[in-house]
C-alpha cells in the first residue's frame, strides 16, 4: 500500500490524531534517570516497539520515533556520537514496523542543546549534524520529520534545510511557546507565533504547529495567532495533559483524558488539523481525543 502524503489527506479533509508521550513510557519500562532513551532502540527494542504499538492501539494516524534526543550533539553526552545514524534509523525501523503500511511515522528531531548566540556551535555544524540524523530517520522507514520543541529560528532553519534538501520526508517544524506576564505567548528566545509561522514557511516547512509549554486549552489561542499569519498549511498540536504541579517534589500533568478531549472541537474550529499529545499524555488521551475526531470528521 502507498500512502498519501500527510499533507495531501488533510487537504483532502482529514481530521488527524498523533500520538502522545514518549518518555515517561520508557521509563514504566525501566529507563533510568540519567540513561540515553535513544540507545533504547538498540538495547531494547522490543519496549520501544511495545510504547509505539500502543499508541496505534489508541487510535492514532501517526506516531513519532524514540529520536528526539538523537542528534549527534545529543548523543555525544553518552559516548554515543559515533553511533547516530545506526540510532536514528533504528528509532525509524521500529515505529515503521508498529504502524504497518496505513500509518504515517512522523520522526522526532529536537534542539541539539548548542546555542549559536554563543557561538557553542556553526550553522553548519548544526546542518550536518541534523542531514545525518534526517537521512538515517528517512532511511528506517520515516514519512516525514517533525522537527519539535524548538525555540531558535536560527537552529529550526538548519533543520528544515537539512531535511528539505537531504530527504523525500515530509516537514513538521514546531515551536514551544510560553505564556508571559503581558500575556503574549513566546519562545524562550522571544519568538511569537506569527513570527515563527512566517520564517519556517519561508524555509520550506510543510506542516507547522506547537508542541509542550501548554496544555489543550492554551493551544487553541496560539493556533488562532499561527492561522492569523497562514491559512492554508496544516497545523499540529502536540499538547500536555494541562499545566504541570508538583507533588511530592515531581511534575505530574493532571489533565484527564476526557477534561483534555473536551478542547478537540475548539481546537479544531481554531485551525488545527492534526492533534496529538506530548508530555503526561497517554494512549488512553489518545483513545479519548480520536473518540471526539471521529465524532467530527
Given at each position: 500500500m502507498t500512502r498519501e502524503r500527510i499533507t495531501d489527506?488533510?487537504?483532502?479533509?482529514?481530521?488527524?490524531?498523533?500520538?502522545?508521550?514518549?518518555?515517561?513510557?520508557?521509563?514504566?519500562?525501566?529507563?533510568?534517570?540519567?540513561?540515553?532513551?535513544?540507545?533504547?532502540?538498540?538495547?531494547?527494542?522490543?519496549?520501544?516497539l511495545a510504547?509505539?504499538?500502543?499508541?496505534?492501539?489508541?487510535?492514532?494516524?501517526?506516531?513519532?520515533?524514540?529520536?528526539?534526543?538523537g542528534s549527534r550533539f545529543k548523543l555525544e553526552h553518552f559516548g554515543l556520537s559515533d553511533q547516530a545514524s545506526e540510532i536514528n534509523e533504528a528509532a525509524a525501523r521500529i515505529s515503521r514496523q508498529a504502524a504497518g503500511e496505513d500509518h504515517w511515522v512522523i520522526a522526532s528531531i529536537g534542539p541539539t542543546g548548542k546555542m549559536l548566540i554563543t557561538n557553542e556551535v556553526t550553522?553548519?555544524?548544526?546542518?550536518?549534524?541534523?542531514?545525518?540524523?534526517a537521512l538515517a530517520l528517512e532511511k528506517g522507514g520515516a514519512d516525514a520529520?517533525?522537527?519539535?520543541?524548538?525555540?531558535?529560528?536560527?537552529?529550526?532553519?538548519?533543520?528544515?534545510?537539512?531535511?528539505?534538501?537531504?530527504?523525500?520526508?515530509?516537514?513538521?517544524a514546531t515551536f514551544t511557546f510560553e505564556l508571559t506576564k503581558k500575556g503574549e505567548f513566546r519562545t524562550?528566545?522571544?519568538?511569537?507565533?506569527?513570527?515563527?509561522?512566517?520564517?519556517?514557511?519561508?524555509?520550506?516547512?510543510?506542516?507547522?504547529?506547537?508542541?509542550?509549554?501548554?496544555?489543550?486549552?492554551?493551544?487553541?489561542?496560539?493556533?488562532?495567532?499561527?492561522?492569523?499569519?497562514e491559512g492554508g498549511v496544516p497545523v499540529l498540536v502536540h499538547a500536555n495533559a494541562g499545566l504541570p504541579v508538583n507533588v511530592d517534589g515531581k511534575d505530574v500533568f493532571p489533565e484527564k483524558p476526557d477534561e483534555m478531549a473536551g478542547f478537540v472541537?475548539?481546537?479544531?474550529?481554531?485551525?488545527?488539523?492534526?492533534?496529538?499529545?506530548?508530555?503526561?499524555?497517554?494512549?488512553?488521551?489518545i483513545s479519548a481525543i480520536k473518540a471526539v475526531v471521529n465524532e467530527l470528521s
Amino acid at each position: 500500500m502507498t500512502r498519501e502524503r500527510i499533507t495531501d489527506a488533510v487537504k483532502n479533509g482529514r481530521l488527524l490524531v498523533s500520538d502522545g508521550a514518549w518518555g515517561t513510557f520508557l521509563q514504566q519500562k525501566g529507563l533510568k534517570a540519567g540513561e540515553c532513551p535513544e540507545s533504547w532502540n538498540l538495547t531494547h527494542a522490543d519496549a520501544v516497539l511495545a510504547v509505539a504499538g500502543s499508541y496505534i492501539e489508541a487510535g492514532a494516524d501517526m506516531i513519532q520515533t524514540n529520536s528526539f534526543g538523537g542528534s549527534r550533539f545529543k548523543l555525544e553526552h553518552f559516548g554515543l556520537s559515533d553511533q547516530a545514524s545506526e540510532i536514528n534509523e533504528a528509532a525509524a525501523r521500529i515505529s515503521r514496523q508498529a504502524a504497518g503500511e496505513d500509518h504515517w511515522v512522523i520522526a522526532s528531531i529536537g534542539p541539539t542543546g548548542k546555542m549559536l548566540i554563543t557561538n557553542e556551535v556553526t550553522e553548519s555544524d548544526l546542518y550536518e549534524g541534523f542531514k545525518e540524523q534526517a537521512l538515517a530517520l528517512e532511511k528506517g522507514g520515516a514519512d516525514a520529520i517533525c522537527i519539535e520543541t524548538m525555540f531558535d529560528l536560527e537552529e529550526t532553519t538548519q533543520a528544515i534545510k537539512a531535511a528539505k534538501e537531504n530527504t523525500n520526508c515530509e516537514i513538521i517544524a514546531t515551536f514551544t511557546f510560553e505564556l508571559t506576564k503581558k500575556g503574549e505567548f513566546r519562545t524562550m528566545m522571544g519568538v511569537s507565533p506569527e513570527q515563527y509561522s512566517q520564517r519556517v514557511i519561508e524555509h520550506g516547512a510543510d506542516i507547522i504547529g506547537t508542541n509542550c509549554g501548554n496544555g489543550m486549552e492554551r493551544m487553541i489561542n496560539i493556533v488562532r495567532q499561527i492561522r492569523s499569519v497562514e491559512g492554508g498549511v496544516p497545523v499540529l498540536v502536540h499538547a500536555n495533559a494541562g499545566l504541570p504541579v508538583n507533588v511530592d517534589g515531581k511534575d505530574v500533568f493532571p489533565e484527564k483524558p476526557d477534561e483534555m478531549a473536551g478542547f478537540v472541537k475548539e481546537l479544531v474550529s481554531s485551525g488545527a488539523n492534526i492533534i496529538g499529545g506530548c508530555c503526561g499524555t497517554t494512549p488512553d488521551h489518545i483513545s479519548a481525543i480520536k473518540a471526539v475526531v471521529n465524532e467530527l470528521s
